[in-house]
Every structure is written in C-alpha cells, then in structure tokens.
C-alpha cells in the first residue's frame, strides 16, 4: 500500500551495530504500530502509538526503541543488532476514530543481522 | 492478554474446492475479529472483518463466522482460485488498542 512507507525495504547489517527502519505514511491517521513477523510466529505487536506523545509498548519491545517524529513518521531502532532480530519488520497505521479497526500494512523490511 | 490459535498451518485445496481455516481466543472481552490476507512479497491486507454483535459475514466467495460462546471464528472461502494461494491471519482485539494475531495459515490451491 503506498499510502504505508518503509525505508529501506531490505537491510543487512553486523552483530553490534545501531540501525534504524523508517516509516512514514500519508493516510492522515493518528495511530501507528510496529510488527515483526517471524515463520510459524505470524505477527508479534513491537510497539504502539496513538499520537506524537504516546508511546505503548508490545509484547516484544526489549531490544527495541521507537520514536514518533511526527503524526505521519515512527521509526523503530534496534540499539545494538543481534542475530535473532533477523526478521521481516512491519509497519502499520490506524485511525483513532475507529479504534484498532483495520489496520493498514506498508510492504515491510526483511532485516538481516549476520 | 488475548492469546489467538490458528489452525491450520498450511493448507492445501484443489481449485474451485472450498478451504476453512479456524481460530480461537482467550480474551471474552475481544469484539472485534479481522482476516489479513498477505500475498509474497508484500504486507497483510485486510480482507474481511466481523464484530461481536454478528454471527457471520460474507463478502462473494470469502465469510467468516463467529461463536462467541465458544470463543471461536473462522474463514470460509469458496470455489477457490489461484489467486487465493497466500498466508491468511486471523486476529482478535478489544477495538480499543491493538490487534492480536495468529500464526497464519499458508493456504496453496492446486491446478
């Protein structure tokens, strides 16, 4: 969905090493959300945020920091990369008047830490 | 918290068969059950929902339908076709935060 943004789209990165993954979108919605999706594991909730103040963490937030820049940017940084955050990273959007309702997908990062 | 299980994990239909995935939940306070369906190489789509306050819903050849005495939903997806074959999620939530979802289910229709 190209109203949904993730930068890049794949990365390979070392042991130790800071790296960011950005989101952005332009659906004007107030509710953003980080997933990581492993095989067999399906889509496990990282973080969450309902606006530029509000961040919530998931079920899997150790190991990860988020930043709400702007309404329509959250970014997710892994402080020190390990190998079993080798996954597929997801970010998505919903708007606040309708709750957790439909929630909408950009294509994902497939992250690589060797 | 919600606990979502989903069965099964892969599942292979000839064309035009019908195919039936299944989930349950945890939460009795979750009122809101979507279907995301994601195609290779790209992120989950919604393609179908349902609220607490209905048994089933259809949408052409997709429905769903909901028990929720028993705490459980499932798709339903008729005369199926190639451009079926993908990962279906299903996924519960209170409506209020976020969405739980299951393991997936990687569904293959054969020629």
């Known amino acids: 969905d190209a109203d949904v943004t993730q930068t890049p789209r794949n990365r390979i990165t070392k042991t130790g090493k800071r790296i960011m993954l950005e989101c952005s979108q332009t659906?004007?919605?107030?509710?953003m959300y980080w997933y990581r999706q492993d095989p067999g594991l399906g889509l496990r909730l990282i973080y969450y945020?309902?606006?530029?103040?509000?961040?919530n963490k998931g079920e899997i937030s150790d190991g990860y920091s988020v930043s709400r820049q702007a309404q329509a940017k959250f970014s997710l940084s892994l402080e020190s990369a390990i190998p079993n955050q080798t996954a597929l990273y997801f970010c998505?959007?919903?708007?606040?008047?309708?709750?957790?309702?439909?929630?909408?997908f950009g294509p994902g990062t497939r992250l690589t830490v060797t | 918290g919600e606990n979502v299980e989903q069965h099964p994990s892969t599942l292979s239909v000839q064309e035009g068969d019908s195919a039936v995935i299944k989930c349950t939940y945890s939460?009795?306070?979750?009122?809101?059950f979507p279907w995301y369906k994601q195609e290779l190489g790209k992120g989950p789509q919604l393609i179908i929902d349902?609220?607490?306050?209905?048994g089933e819903k259809k949408d052409q050849r997709i429905a769903v339908t909901l028990n929720k005495t028993a705490k459980h939903f499932s798709l339903h997806i008729t005369e199926t076709q190639p451009e079926d074959s993908a990962v279906y999620f299903c996924?519960?939530?209170?409506?209020?935060?976020?969405?739980?979802f299951g393991k997936g289910t990687r569904l293959h229709i054969l020629p």
């Open positions: 996924a519960a939530s209170r409506g209020d935060d976020k969405i739980i």
């Open positions: 939460d009795s306070a979750s009122n809101y």
């Open positions: 945020s309902f606006d530029v103040k509000d961040i």
């Open positions: 998505a959007t919903s708007a606040a008047s309708g709750g957790a309702y439909e929630q909408y």
């Open positions: 659906k004007g919605h107030d509710r």
């Open positions: 349902i609220r607490s306050n209905v």
